[in-house]
């Protein structure tokens, strides 16, 4: 495939997501015309479909989309890290992630709210999983 066609691709696939962003923010209520962050999305739904409920979502969205056209685009050989199990680009994604929920709520444990702190070990901890797992 040619770069032209990837970077069609990419642009297509950025505005494709940007879209939807557009829409959660458009979708987030307006009680008095500011913006309420936390009120729920849909009224009477079965879950709290908050706006950062919502961009957390659209972030693991995105990074699925980005992590499967770098698979398609750049081909990866399995890698043995520290420990010692052969991991692929999304086999440490999931790592991390997964070890990030459980940072997160270990934080909540013993810190509570706000989560900024955990968000910065998190972000440590991914690039830790992404180097030498």
Avoid: N, Q
């Amino acid at each position: 495939m040619t770069a032209a066609r990837w970077t069609t691709i990419y642009l297509t696939t950025g505005a494709a997501m940007l879209a939807v962003l557009g829409g959660l923010i458009a979708a987030t209520p307006r009680p008095g015309g500011r913006f309420d962050w936390l009120a729920p999305m849909i009224d009477g739904g079965w879950m709290a479909w908050t706006f950062p409920v919502a961009l957390f979502f659209w972030s693991i969205a995105c990074l699925l989309i980005l992590f499967t056209l770098l698979a398609i685009r750049h081909p990866e050989a399995p890698r043995l890290g520290v420990l010692r199990i052969e991991t692929t680009r999304g086999d440490r994604l999931f790592i991390s992630l997964l070890g990030s929920a459980f940072l997160c709520l270990g934080w909540l444990f013993f810190f509570g709210a706000p989560l900024w702190g955990a968000l910065a070990l998190c972000l440590v901890y991914a690039a830790a999983v992404f180097r030498w797992v």
